[in-house]
């Protein structure tokens, strides 16, 4: 689409560039992915001996696991609920309500006592609060990536459209990093009581920051004419889902080899490295930043390499290399600190190019008025089944059946993501 709207001088204020948009993304998703992140290494560190201290570490961290998919069962409810309210009130007060929902949730995480203190009431006010961290996420769509969408320059489209995944990699370095630091300068046994208990604080102070960085744009007069002008308002999800099921569905599983492949390099190798090796986690936490720093490159690149290939050629092609990946690829983590460099950073760079892609690679599709809600119904689809069991079905696989057998779930995610592209293509060929 044509970036007129850009161009065409404003009644008051300024002209809204797609700079500005970018920054807001940024830091929204950044936000949101350091309390993902912050959850998903203390499930792997603290929480299999905190809440399950009745059964062996692995069958702890699997329960842990359990709970860790209960956010994105949680999130497209909450998606639901939240366009009612950005319909009745908007979408300040929208952002508002969720964002401290989701800080309050992740903060209250904070405080809970263990299951020696008070038994199986520990792991209910676990899951209530990771439901609740799920419940938030859902309506911390602010449509901010789908407005940088369309005002991108049509020849840097793949470039805009990597802009908001650079949240990924960027809040797994800044929580990676923090949790090193406690576990390196803490003893154990004050690590596992109390100091786990402060990034959980971070985040609730994080995303104070980030709500108000988002409504300030979100809320200015500029923005919400170019919102107007898009026509990217929310509309009823059932009406939505009537018109676009297709789109929908399309939309979910194009991107699942990238979200597959996000688990598989990040929560689950520190599983496997925490319960079946002697390693120290904080050095494979150190690695872990590392190499989404090359992640951070490779997404960079891969807004360059869309734009001169097509955005479903590269993510065809990716799609295609991680396949291969999947069939040897997990095996490098029982090799040693060598292996585990090779996976992590060889894991990150196709993430990176991956990923970098993969938000909205069909959302072109939907109609103007349905693309807000389809957007975000899309999005909580694909997270759903793309990545939300990815830990969990990772670790179960690779405990009984070897490593390699890890690799099944990935290379499912990659057949998926291929198929979706080819009814993607065969559609629009029909239309």
Do not use: C
């Amino acid at each position: 689409m044509s970036a007129a709207v850009l161009d065409a001088p404003e009644a008051e204020g300024h002209d809204v560039s797609p700079a500005e948009i970018a920054i807001g993304v940024i830091i929204g998703r950044t936000s949101e992915f350091f309390d993902f992140f912050v959850y998903a290494i203390a499930s792997v560190l603290v929480f299999p001996g905190f809440f399950f201290p009745f059964v062996d570490p692995l069958t702890g961290t699997l329960y842990s696991f359990m709970v860790f998919a209960l956010a994105f069962l949680a999130r497209p409810v909450g998606s639901i609920a939240f366009m009612a309210i950005d319909r009745a009130y908007g979408r300040a007060a929208k952002l508002t309500i969720a964002l401290f929902l989701l800080g309050g949730s992740t903060a209250a995480i904070a405080f809970l006592p263990g299951y020696r203190d008070v038994g199986p009431a520990a792991i209910a006010l676990l899951a209530l609060f990771r439901m609740g961290q799920g419940f938030a996420l859902g309506g911390t769509w602010d449509g901010l990536a789908s407005l940088l969408a369309l005002n991108a320059p049509a020849d840097r489209r793949g470039w805009y459209a990597m802009i908001p995944q650079l949240g990924a990699p960027l809040g797994l370095i800044v929580a990676s990093l923090l949790f090193a630091f406690f576990t390196s300068t803490l003893p154990a046994t004050d690590f596992l009581s109390w100091g786990w208990r402060f990034p959980f604080f971070v985040a609730f102070a994080i995303n104070v920051v980030a709500l108000f960085a988002r409504l300030r744009l979100v809320v200015t007069p500029e923005f919400q004419r170019l919102y107007e002008t898009r026509d990217l308002q929310p509309e009823k999800i059932a009406r939505t889902l009537q018109r676009e099921w297709r789109t929908i569905v399309i939309g979910a599983l194009a991107p699942l080899a990238s979200f597959a492949l996000f688990h598989m390099v990040t929560v689950f190798p520190l599983s496997w490295v925490f319960l079946f090796t002697r390693e120290a986690p904080t050095r494979f936490l150190v690695i872990e930043a590392v190499a989404a720093g090359l992640g951070v490159l490779a997404m960079i690149l891969s807004g360059r390499l869309a734009d001169r290939f097509g955005r479903r050629t590269l993510l065809g092609a990716s799609a295609a290399i991680i396949a291969v990946f999947s069939g040897f690829a997990p095996q490098l983590l029982s090799l040693g600190e060598g292996g585990e460099i090779v996976f992590m950073a060889t894991g990150f760079v196709l993430l990176g190019i991956a990923f970098g892609q993969s938000s909205g690679a069909v959302s072109a599709n939907f109609a103007s008025q349905h693309r807000y809600t389809g957007s975000a119904i899309t999005t909580d689809l694909a997270w759903l089944f793309g990545a939300g069991f990815a830990p969990l079905v990772a670790l179960w696989l690779s405990a009984h059946y070897g490593l390699l057998a890890s690799g099944g779930y990935l290379l499912s995610g990659a057949v998926a993501t291929l198929v979706a592209l080819w009814l993607n293509s065969e559609l629009a060929r029909g239309d």
